[in-house]
């Protein structure tokens, strides 16, 4: 039970025993007073007792609102509410008729104290009052979805010749186009039933990049990419037999800037190359069956040590394996045969794909690549590989699958002749395989120092996160800011960009898009937010009792009026 309420359960007490009182007081008199008497007395006990409780509890008794009618951005001009209901209006919202401004939505709560629940109106909340709407209970009507992007995930720092991926989601079935920085197509999809997309790309050089995701019906959004320049991975490459598919892994070893060592068997005994002193340097070693077979139990036993330790371990699979066969608990089943294998297409298109491949090198020119489709057929062991699925055929047959073992991972892969691309001219298509293959498997690289939002707006908050304490932010201007970071909430700041552009937090870029930027993926981004919200909850931050009442001094003088008046009729004598 509230305190005004408590008061006023003692103040009906404290009245009804003042009537028993009186009536007592009347009923053993020797000498009966005026009927009227008794009944002005009683009145005027229920008008004392009611001035003292608007005295102590005016302010909040005073204010009858219940509801909170909150106008965000995209509210009509007119709202309509029902008694009990008062509506404000949050800075986003447009000229709403009849709404009382509010800077945002703490300060409308403050300022109404008596409010338990809240009916939002327009596109939802921005980040800046989910807090103070968690306190109470949420009513909320979400209107339909724009049409248009309504998520992104842009891609995470890659290191230069990496694949990435876009993620989004589309609302009203727009195919989806990705456009590097000089405006050729890189990749082309249409969204699945439920609106998502997925487009690749290649990453070049190192430094920052805007690419374009522009969709079919006009609509585009700016997608930043970081290239980051990483040390030289170390690789380790043994095969029990010399081969095409160990010389073009040396190649594209050496165009991915991956520092291997090779070590190949020649029969009789005999190598090529020197043996690693120790495994545990190398961030991935790729081995064939035949040298998984041929090696000692004390060398398996520490390329098992290595891996758990985080080292990658790649088992290319060359010829039938007896049953049960399997490399660190990662197994095989089934036949052994050999069976064509074809790759999905590279590219949506000609263009697509001369983007995707850039413009080649002195030794390898763009010129002399094979055209889109002219992809040989491959070969690959019908043998089945558990695990996780990590690269598939155009049927979605897997043909390579991983496996954690400790901090690293075990893969096993059944492509017997990857190196044919590489000979036909579809050198991208075997670098493509190798790099997944080495991204997924190899060495993780350590994880980043400083966590930004993926997605900034000029003109709202921004989420730092740094490990090592404040850190210094540059804007496109050259201001340096360095935002606090708040104890509470483990170390991250927060960082109110005011230019669009390119960033730096330290030595981390980040972008933050025009104020106005994707208004429809800001808009679905309120929308859930506050529908995650929406539900019934006690309010449990209410205001000060200062910052709540208002001045009560002329109920407390009325009070004094009415107790004397009280006072001095009960005691004159007839």
Known sequence: ?????????????????????????????????????????????????????????????????????????????????????????????????????????????????????????????????????????????????????????????????????????????????????????????????????????TARVAGEALFTLRLSDGKSAAVPLVTGAVAPARALILAGAPGPEVKFLRRWAADAGVAAQTQVAVGGGLTLGEPPASYAGYDIAILDDRMWAGLGYGARAALAQAVRGGMGLVVRVTGPVAKGWQV??????????????????????????????????????????APLGEVPELTRLATSIGGVPLLRDVRGTPFAGWRNVGRGRVALVTLLDSFALATSGNGDAHADIWNAIASTVGRGTPAADIRIDPLAWAGERVAICATGG???????????????????AAGCAAYWPVH?????????????????????LRAASRREATLALAGDRRRSELASPEQERRPSWRWFIAFLITAGALWWFERRRA
Do not use: C
Not at 90 to 103: C, H, K, M, Y
Not at 151 to 158: N, R
Not at 500 to 520: C, I, N, Q, S
């Open 470 to 488: 404040p850190v210094g932010v540059v804007a496109p201007d050259g201001t340096r800011t360095v935002p606090v970071p708040d104890p509470a």
């Open 1 to 201: 039970m509230t305190p005004d309420r408590i008061a006023a359960t003692l103040l009906a007490l404290a009245v009804a025993i003042a009537w028993v009182r009186l009536w007592l007081w009347r009923r053993r008199a020797t000498v009966q007073g005026p009927a009227w008497r008794l009944a002005v007395l009683g009145p005027m006990q229920i008008a004392v007792a009611g001035l003292l409780y608007l005295t102590l509890f005016g302010s909040t008794a005073a204010n009858t609102t219940k509801t909170l009618v909150v106008a965000t951005e995209g509210a009509p001009r007119f709202v309509s509410t029902r008694a009990g209901e008062t509506l404000v209006a949050l800075p986003e919202a447009g000229n709403v008729a009849g709404a009382i401004r509010q800077p945002d939505l703490g300060t409308a709560l403050r300022r109404h104290p008596g409010a338990t629940a809240i009916r939002v109106v327009g596109s939802g909340l921005v980040a800046r009052d989910r807090v103070a709407a968690a306190a109470v209970t949420l009513r909320y009507a979400a209107p339909p979805q724009r049409r248009g992007l309504v998520a992104l995930v842009p891609p995470p720092p890659v290191a230069p010749g990496q694949r990435f991926a876009v993620a989004a989601r589309v609302e009203g079935g727009a195919a989806a186009t990705l456009l590097d920085p000089a405006g050729r197509i890189v990749d082309t999809a249409r969204p699945a039933a439920d609106g998502s997309v997925v487009l690749h790309g």
């Open 500 to 520: 669009a552009g390119w960033h730096r937090a330290g030595v981390t870029p980040f972008y933050v898009h025009p104020a106005g930027a994707l208004p429809a």
């Open 328 to 369: 660190l608990g990662l197994a095989t089943g089934g036949s052994s045969a050999v069976v064509p294998l074809r790759l999905p297409p590279a590219a949506p298109g000609e263009a697509a794909l001369a983007a995707r491949r850039g413009p080649g090198t002195r030794d390898a020119p763009a010129s002399i690549a």
